[in-house]
């Protein structure tokens, strides 16, 4: 059984995270899965939009304590070891922001520390009704500090400290009104809710949003002005594409768009 699981319907890729029984831990099998997937998703034209998901009752559970504890106790994977794990998270973590296509979490149940940062660190989320977001490390002495990263760039500092301080869940339905998730849905609901906004996702000329996505997060920490400055320039580069010149043309003449993806 493959500890994640990577199922594709035309331009939607649906990965799933396959190890229920450790609640879909990041251990280290499961970060050279995704890893893996990552890197190939990258470099595959023919998928538009990528869904992450979790097997069992839960979407996350955040690193693999039992694991970590090994690492800990091996005389040879001391500091060393747990450096490379928090690097190997954190370059898993940046390949989904630099990946072109949109990432959408596909979230249930519980998304803990690390699981909560995946969540955060995903272009869109939508949640089940009664599942809970939480950085919980600190009710274990573990301050959740990689998570952290995600989470403040997500929700309001205050919030974010609050979450991280007192190791409290918080529910979907407050992640929302926060902004860790765009919207939440009945449980039955909540593959066919992610499956529309994925397939609305991938009708969209795929050009313009990778391109789009790149731009996002490279603005988003620049000064103002510097900000106009760099997608100005994106802006002008991507009139200069001739599917965009068809989608305006399309637009004035009130027709489909004839994209040639």
Known sequence: MAILERNDTGAIARLKM?????LNALSDEMLAALQAELDALRDDNSIRVVILSGAGKAFCAGHDLKQMTQGRQASDRGLSYFQDLFDRCAKMMLSIQSLPQPVIAQTHGIATAAGCQLVATCDMAIAAEGTRFG????????FCSTPMVALSRNIPRKQ???M??????????????LGLVNRVVPE?????ETDTLAEKLAAKLSSAVKIGKTAFYQQVNMP???AYAY????MAQNMMDRNTEEGI?????KRPPNWHQ
């Open 231 to 234: 997608t100005a320039e994106v």
């Open 188 to 192: 039955n609901l909540l593959a066919e």
């Open 164 to 177: 991280l301080t007192t190791g409290d869940f918080i529910s979907a339905e407050r992640a929302a009104e």
């Open 160 to 162: 974010a400290f609050e």
């Open 249 to 253: 043309s399309a637009f004035i003449e």
């Open 18 to 22: 396959n190890a229920p029984e450790r």
């Open 224 to 226: 103002v002005d510097q």
């Open 135 to 142: 950085v919980n490390g600190v009710n274990i002495g573990l």
